[in-house]
C-alpha cells in the first residue's frame, strides 16, 4: 500500500474524497529532503486510503485515490525511499499499457535478429578451422554458451518483466553502481555492433552499385540507410517485430531452396576436412562468440511484450533452435557443395557458392537476403538498445527525459542516442568491430553471471515464473563452462582492443558520480517510475514477491 507522510505547522481536521479518471494529485513530501511522490490516476481499480498533511498549517486529510499503473515517483538515482508501493500483476511501461504488446512470432524473430541474422558472418569460421570444425562449433558452442544464456535471459527475464532487462537484474543483486556499469557496457557493445550493419548492407550491393564502394556517395548511403531505420524503429516496436518477421522468412528462404538444388553435388568427404596445425583460434572463437551472443539483449523489451511471463521463455526456446538450425545446415549446404578453398570463405561467400550451385538468380537472391538481414538485425539491435535507456531512466540512472515516450510508444532520446553512435562508429573495420563489442559484452556478462547466482542465493524465495530447474550449486556448474569461454576470448583479445575497451570501461566509472553530481544540483530530473518494483527493499520478499 503505497503512504505519504508529511509535517504541519497547523491544527488538525479531517475530510475525505475520492479522486478518478485522469486526475492528478498535487506533489507531497514523503519524509525525506525534497523528494515528491507524483500520482496520476488513469483507471479506477482498487481503493487506496492515502493519509495526507497539509503542509502550509491547513488540516490533515484522509483521501481514497483509485489505484493506478501509471505512477512516476521523484527520488534519488537508484535508491530506495522507504515507501511500499502497490504490487501489480505485470510490470508495465506507464506509457505503453494502451498499445499493442509484442506477441511470441515477431517476439522469436526480433531474438532471432538480435542474435543471428541468418548464416551471413559465418563464413570466416571455415576460413580459420576448416569444415568439420566449423560444423562442431555450431552444434557445441551453443550448448556451452547460448543455451545457459537463453536459459538466464528466460529466468531472470520473467523475475523482472521490465525494460531495464539486465541492467535491473544487476542493480537488484550489486546494487545500483554496478546496475550503471552493466548499462553502459551493454548499450556501448550494441552500439559498436549496430554500427557494423548499414556498412555491411551496403558491402553486399556495392558489386551490382559500384559508386557504393567508397566515398561521399558511401557515406551518404549510410547516413541515408541509418535514418530510415531508426524512423521504423520510431514509428513502434510492433512494426518492428512484425518487420523482423518477414525479413526473417526472406533470409532463411534462399537457403532452403538451395538447400535442395545441391543434393546431386554433395561429398561427405568434405565435412570431414580438419587441420588442427593450420588452426587460427582468434578468428575462430571470435566468429563463434560474435555469432551466437545477445540472448540477453530481449530482456530490455521485457516491458512490450505480451503476458511476459509465458511468452518469454517460449520465445527463447524457438529462437536457439531456429537460430542453431539457421547457421548448422547452410554451412552443412556450403561445406559439401563445393570444393574446399579455405581462404574464399570470408564474408559474402555463400553468394559464390548459391552461383556455383544454382547460377545467378540464386547468387542475386542471396544477396538481397543479406542486405535485408543487416536491416532486421539494425533495427532488433536499435529497439534493445533505446529501450534499455528507456528503462534506465525509468530506475532512476538516467535523466527522465530518456523515460519519455513518442505517441507510438517508442523511447524517442534513446533512439536518437543510439543512432548518433551508430554513425559516429560506423568508421571502425569489420575485425575492430567484432573484437571490440565482444571484449565489452564480455565484461557485462561476468555481471550478469554474478547477479544471476548472487539472487539464487539471497533470495530463492523471490517469484519466478520460469525456474531453470537445477539448484543453487547446478546454477554455479552452469555459470562455469561460459566463464572459461568469456576468459578466453579476453586472452586472445589485441593489445589495442583492450586498451580502448578498457578506456571505455573508465569512462563508466566515471560517468555514475557524475551523473549523481547532476541530480544532487538538480540540473537534470531524475526520477523512479512507481509501477516499478522496488529493489532493494530489506523486506521486499516478506511482503511481496518481485513479481506476482
Same mark, same amino acid.
Given at each position: 500500500?503505497?503512504?505519504?507522510?508529511?509535517?504541519?505547522?497547523?491544527?488538525?481536521?479531517?475530510?475525505?474524497?475520492?479522486?478518478?479518471?485522469?486526475?492528478?494529485?498535487?506533489?507531497?513530501?514523503?519524509?525525506?529532503?525534497?523528494?515528491? !511522490?507524483?500520482?496520476?490516476?488513469?483507471?479506477?481499480?482498487?481503493?487506496?486510503?492515502?493519509?495526507?498533511?497539509?503542509?502550509?498549517?491547513?488540516?490533515?486529510?484522509?483521501?481514497?485515490?483509485?489505484?493506478?499503473?501509471?505512477?512516476?515517483?521523484?527520488?534519488?538515482?537508484?535508491?530506495?525511499?522507504?515507501? +511500499?508501493?502497490?504490487?501489480?500483476?505485470?510490470?508495465?511501461?506507464?506509457?505503453?499499457?494502451?498499445?499493442?504488446?509484442?506477441?511470441?512470432?515477431?517476439?522469436? #524473430?526480433?531474438?532471432?535478429?538480435?542474435?543471428?541474422?541468418?548464416?551471413?558472418?559465418?563464413?570466416?569460421? !571455415?576460413?580459420?578451422?576448416?569444415?568439420?570444425?566449423?560444423?562442431?562449433?555450431?552444434?557445441?558452442?551453443?550448448?556451452?554458451?547460448?543455451?545457459?544464456?537463453?536459459?538466464?535471459?528466460?529466468?531472470?527475464?520473467?523475475? #523482472?518483466?521490465?525494460?531495464?532487462?539486465?541492467?535491473?537484474?544487476?542493480?537488484?543483486?550489486?546494487?545500483? #553502481?554496478?546496475?550503471?556499469?552493466?548499462?553502459?557496457?551493454?548499450?556501448?557493445?550494441? !552500439?559498436?555492433?549496430?554500427?557494423?550493419?548499414?556498412?555491411?548492407?551496403?558491402?553486399?550491393?556495392?558489386?551490382?552499385?559500384?559508386?557504393?564502394?567508397?566515398?561521399?556517395?558511401?557515406?551518404?548511403?549510410?547516413?541515408?540507410?541509418?535514418?530510415?531505420?531508426?524512423?521504423?524503429?520510431?514509428?513502434?516496436?510492433?512494426?518492428?517485430?512484425?518487420?523482423?518477421?518477414?525479413?526473417?522468412?526472406?533470409?532463411?528462404?534462399?537457403?532452403?531452396?538451395?538447400?535442395?538444388?545441391?543434393?546431386?553435388?554433395?561429398?561427405?568427404?568434405?565435412?570431414?576436412?580438419?587441420?588442427?596445425?593450420?588452426?587460427?583460434?582468434?578468428?575462430?572463437?571470435?566468429?563463434?562468440?560474435?555469432?551466437?551472443?545477445?540472448?540477453?539483449?530481449?530482456?530490455?523489451?521485457?516491458?512490450?511484450?505480451?503476458?511476459?511471463?509465458?511468452?518469454?521463455?517460449?520465445?527463447?526456446?524457438?529462437?536457439?533452435?531456429?537460430?542453431?538450425?539457421?547457421?548448422?545446415?547452410?554451412?552443412?549446404?556450403?561445406?559439401?557443395?563445393?570444393?574446399?578453398?579455405?581462404?574464399?570463405?570470408?564474408?559474402?561467400?555463400?553468394?559464390?557458392?548459391?552461383?556455383?550451385?544454382?547460377?545467378?538468380?540464386?547468387?542475386?537472391?542471396? +544477396?538481397?537476403?543479406?542486405?535485408?538481414?543487416?536491416?532486421?538485425?539494425?533495427?532488433?539491435?536499435?529497439?534493445?538498445?533505446?529501450? +534499455?535507456?528507456?528503462?534506465?531512466?525509468?530506475?532512476?540512472?538516467?535523466?527522465?527525459?530518456?523515460?519519455?515516450?513518442?505517441?507510438?510508444?517508442?523511447?524517442?532520446?534513446?533512439?536518437?542516442?543510439?543512432?548518433?553512435?551508430?554513425?559516429?562508429?560506423?568508421?571502425?573495420?569489420?575485425?575492430?568491430?567484432?573484437?571490440?563489442?565482444?571484449?565489452?559484452?564480455?565484461?557485462?556478462?561476468?555481471?550478469?553471471?554474478?547477479? #544471476?547466482?548472487?539472487?539464487?542465493?539471497?533470495?530463492?524465495?523471490?517469484?519466478?515464473?520460469?525456474?531453470?530447474?537445477?539448484?543453487? !550449486?547446478?546454477?554455479?556448474?552452469?555459470?562455469?563452462?561460459?566463464?572459461?569461454?568469456?576468459?578466453?576470448?579476453?586472452?586472445?583479445?589485441?593489445?589495442?582492443?583492450?586498451?580502448?575497451?578498457?578506456?571505455?570501461?573508465?569512462?563508466?566509472?566515471?560517468?555514475?558520480?557524475?551523473?549523481?553530481?547532476?541530480?544532487?544540483?538538480?540540473?537534470?530530473?531524475?526520477?523512479?517510475?512507481?509501477?516499478?518494483?522496488?529493489?532493494?527493499?530489506?523486506?521486499?520478499?516478506?511482503?511481496?514477491?518481485?513479481?506476482?
Amino acid at each position: 500500500m503505497a503512504q505519504t507522510s508529511g509535517s504541519s505547522d497547523g491544527g488538525d481536521g479531517s475530510a475525505s474524497g475520492v479522486v478518478s479518471g485522469g486526475l492528478e494529485v498535487a506533489d507531497r513530501g514523503i519524509g525525506e529532503g525534497d523528494r515528491t !511522490v507524483k500520482l496520476e490516476v488513469s483507471k479506477p481499480h482498487t481503493q487506496l486510503q492515502l493519509p495526507t498533511t497539509n503542509c502550509d498549517g491547513g488540516d490533515q486529510t484522509e483521501q481514497k485515490l483509485t489505484s493506478t499503473e501509471s505512477r512516476q515517483a521523484s527520488i534519488a538515482m537508484g535508491e530506495y525511499n522507504g515507501v +511500499q508501493y502497490v504490487s501489480v500483476d505485470d510490470v508495465h511501461s506507464p506509457r505503453g499499457d494502451n498499445l499493442r504488446k509484442v506477441s511470441v512470432l515477431p517476439l522469436v #524473430f526480433l531474438i532471432f535478429y538480435e542474435v543471428s541474422g541468418g548464416p551471413f558472418g559465418v563464413e570466416d569460421s !571455415v576460413n580459420a578451422a576448416g569444415p568439420l570444425l566449423a560444423l562442431l562449433g555450431f552444434l557445441v558452442f551453443p550448448l556451452i554458451w547460448s543455451v545457459p544464456e537463453a536459459l538466464i535471459t528466460a529466468e531472470m527475464g520473467t523475475m #523482472f518483466p521490465e525494460n531495464g532487462g539486465y541492467v535491473v537484474w544487476v542493480s537488484s543483486a550489486l546494487g545500483p #553502481f554496478w546496475g550503471f556499469q552493466q548499462g553502459w557496457m551493454k548499450w556501448l557493445s550494441g !552500439v559498436i555492433d549496430n554500427a557494423l550493419y548499414p556498412v555491411l548492407f551496403l558491402d553486399y550491393l556495392k558489386s551490382g552499385i559500384p559508386a557504393l564502394a567508397d566515398g561521399f556517395p558511401r557515406t551518404m548511403a549510410v547516413l541515408a540507410l541509418t535514418a530510415f531505420l531508426t524512423y521504423m524503429n520510431y514509428r513502434g516496436l510492433t512494426i518492428v517485430g512484425w518487420t523482423a518477421v518477414l525479413l526473417g522468412i526472406f533470409s532463411i528462404l534462399p537457403f532452403v531452396v538451395m538447400g535442395f538444388v545441391a543434393i546431386p553435388k554433395y561429398k561427405a568427404a568434405r565435412w570431414l576436412v580438419v587441420d588442427l596445425h593450420n588452426v587460427d583460434w582468434n578468428l575462430y572463437l571470435n566468429t563463434l562468440f560474435w555469432n551466437l551472443n545477445y540472448w540477453d539483449s530481449i530482456s530490455t523489451l521485457a516491458g512490450e511484450v505480451e503476458n511476459p511471463k509465458r511468452t518469454l521463455p517460449k520465445a527463447l526456446l524457438y529462437a536457439v533452435i531456429l537460430v542453431v538450425l539457421g547457421y548448422f545446415f547452410p554451412l552443412l549446404i556450403g561445406t559439401g557443395a563445393v570444393p574446399l578453398h579455405r581462404d574464399s570463405w570470408t564474408d559474402g561467400y555463400f553468394s559464390d557458392i548459391a552461383k556455383i550451385v544454382g547460377g545467378v538468380w540464386l547468387r542475386w537472391w542471396i +544477396q538481397a537476403a543479406a542486405a535485408m538481414s543487416n536491416m532486421g538485425m539494425f533495427v532488433a539491435e536499435m529497439s534493445s538498445d533505446s529501450f +534499455q535507456l528507456l528503462g534506465m531512466a525509468e530506475r532512476g540512472m538516467l535523466p527522465e527525459l530518456f523515460a519519455k515516450r513518442s505517441r507510438y510508444g517508442t523511447p524517442l532520446i534513446g533512439i536518437l542516442f543510439s543512432a548518433s553512435g551508430v554513425v559516429l562508429l560506423s568508421w571502425l573495420s569489420f575485425q575492430e568491430i567484432v573484437a571490440a563489442e565482444n571484449f565489452l559484452y564480455c565484461f557485462g556478462m561476468f555481471l550478469e553471471f554474478i547477479a #544471476f547466482i548472487q539472487l539464487r542465493i539471497k533470495r530463492p524465495a523471490a517469484s519466478r515464473p520460469y525456474k531453470i530447474p537445477i539448484g543453487t !550449486v547446478g546454477a554455479i556448474l552452469m555459470c562455469i563452462p561460459p566463464t572459461i569461454l568469456i576468459c578466453v576470448v579476453l586472452a586472445l583479445s589485441s593489445l589495442k582492443v583492450m586498451v580502448v575497451s578498457i578506456i571505455a570501461i573508465i569512462i563508466g566509472f566515471v560517468m555514475h558520480p557524475c551523473l549523481k553530481y547532476v541530480e544532487k544540483k538538480q540540473w537534470l530530473k531524475f526520477s523512479i517510475s512507481t509501477h516499478l518494483s522496488d529493489l532493494h527493499s530489506a523486506n521486499q520478499e516478506s511482503a511481496h514477491s518481485l513479481v506476482n
